[in-house]
C-alpha cells in the first residue's frame, strides 16, 4: 500500500499546511527539500511520539516506521520556536520528550496533542504563550514588501528566521513548485519556461537536487513523485 496522505491548505497566517498519513508495508521514502519547521506526531503500536523537523537543503532516504498513523503542521515560512535556533534545526529535527495521545511537552509546558482538525488551535496557543515566533522583517519581505533595512540586515535576520538565505529559500522553493507542475501533468519546457529556468537539463538537475529522484526522472516520469509532503515540511 505504502504512504496514504492527505493535505489541506491553512488558513491561519501561522499554518501553511496541515497533512495526515498512514504507513502500510513501506520502510523507507524519500524525504524532500524543504524551507519549513514542521511538528509531527504520530502512533505505532498505541506509543504516542512527536517531533519538530527543520528546513532541509537537500534530499534523503528517511525511514519510515510501518503501520504508524501522522498528524503533520507545516509553520509558515519564517516561523520559529524561541527556544531552538532554526540554523540547529537544519536537515535535522528534534525529538519532543513525554509524548503521549493526550499531550506533548515544547519548550517547558506540557501541550495537546492535536489532531488534523485542531491543529491551527494548537499553533495559535503556541503563538500566544510566545513558544512561537517570527520576525517581522522578514514577514515583510515574503510578502513582498521592500524593508527599511540593508540587504546585509536582511539576510542576517533571514538566516536567524529560516536557517537559510533568502536565495536558498527561492531555489527550493521554486523546485517544488516546478515538481508539483510536472506531477499534474504539464510539460516539462513548459514548466522551465514558466519558473525561469534555462532549458530543461537545468530544470532536472535542479528536481534531482531537491527530490533525490535521477534527473531525468524529473521531466519524464513525474506521476511517481506526487508526495511532496512528508518530515522535511
Given at each position: 500500500?505504502?504512504?496514504?496522505?492527505?493535505?489541506?491548505?491553512?488558513?491561519?497566517?501561522?499554518?501553511?499546511?496541515?497533512?495526515?498519513?498512514?504507513?502500510?508495508?513501506?520502510?523507507?521514502?524519500?524525504?524532500?527539500?524543504?524551507?519549513?519547521?514542521?511538528?509531527?506526531?504520530?502512533?505505532?503500536?498505541?506509543?504516542?511520539?512527536?517531533?519538530?523537523?527543520?528546513?532541509?537543503?537537500?534530499?534523503?532516504?528517511?525511514?519510515?516506521?510501518?503501520?504508524?498513523?501522522?498528524?503533520?503542521?507545516?509553520?509558515?515560512?519564517?516561523?520559529?520556536?524561541?527556544?531552538?535556533?532554526?540554523?540547529?534545526?537544519?536537515?535535522?529535527?528534534?525529538?519532543?520528550?513525554?509524548?503521549?495521545?493526550?499531550?506533548?511537552?515544547?519548550?517547558?509546558?506540557?501541550?495537546?496533542?492535536?489532531?488534523?482538525?485542531?491543529?491551527?488551535?494548537?499553533?495559535?496557543?503556541?503563538?500566544?504563550?510566545?513558544?512561537?515566533?517570527?520576525?517581522?522583517?522578514?514577514?515583510?519581505?515574503?510578502?513582498?514588501?521592500?524593508?527599511?533595512?540593508?540587504?546585509?540586515?536582511?539576510?542576517?535576520?533571514?538566516?536567524?528566521?529560516?536557517?537559510?538565505?533568502?536565495?536558498?529559500?527561492?531555489?527550493?522553493?521554486?523546485?517544488?513548485?516546478?515538481?508539483?507542475?510536472?506531477?499534474?501533468?504539464?510539460?516539462?519546457?513548459?514548466?522551465?519556461?514558466g519558473l525561469g529556468y534555462f532549458d530543461e537539463p537545468h530544470l532536472a538537475?535542479?528536481?534531482?537536487?531537491?527530490?533525490?529522484?535521477?534527473?531525468?526522472?524529473?521531466?519524464?516520469?513525474?506521476?511517481?513523485?506526487?508526495?511532496?509532503?512528508?518530515?522535511?515540511?
Open positions: 500500500m505504502g504512504l496514504q496522505f492527505e493535505t489541506r491548505r491553512s488558513d491561519s497566517p501561522w499554518v501553511d499546511a496541515v497533512w495526515t498519513c498512514a504507513s502500510e508495508r513501506v520502510t523507507a521514502m524519500t524525504s524532500v527539500a524543504g524551507v519549513r519547521l514542521g511538528l509531527v506526531f504520530w502512533e505505532q503500536c498505541g506509543r504516542a511520539h512527536a517531533d519538530v523537523t527543520g528546513p532541509g537543503t537537500r534530499a534523503g532516504t528517511a525511514p519510515v516506521p510501518e503501520g504508524a498513523t501522522f498528524t503533520g503542521i507545516e509553520l509558515a515560512v519564517g516561523t520559529s520556536l524561541r527556544a531552538v535556533p532554526t540554523a540547529a534545526l537544519v536537515d535535522g529535527g528534534v525529538v519532543l520528550p513525554d509524548t503521549t495521545r493526550r499531550a506533548f511537552r515544547l519548550d517547558g509546558a506540557r501541550w495537546p496533542t492535536p489532531g488534523p482538525d485542531d491543529a491551527e488551535s494548537l499553533v495559535e496557543r503556541l503563538v500566544r504563550a510566545g513558544i512561537l515566533v517570527r520576525d517581522p522583517l522578514v514577514a515583510e519581505v515574503l510578502g513582498g514588501h521592500g524593508p527599511a533595512a540593508s540587504g546585509r540586515t536582511v539576510e542576517r535576520r533571514f538566516r536567524a528566521a529560516t536557517g537559510l538565505t533568502r536565495g536558498g529559500i527561492r531555489q527550493i522553493e521554486r523546485a517544488r513548485t516546478a515538481a508539483e507542475m510536472l506531477a499534474a501533468g504539464d510539460r516539462a519546457a513548459d514548466v522551465a519556461a538537475g535542479r528536481c534531482a537536487a531537491t527530490s533525490d529522484a535521477p534527473p531525468g526522472s524529473c521531466v519524464t516520469a513525474p506521476a511517481a513523485r506526487s508526495d511532496w509532503t512528508w518530515l522535511s515540511a
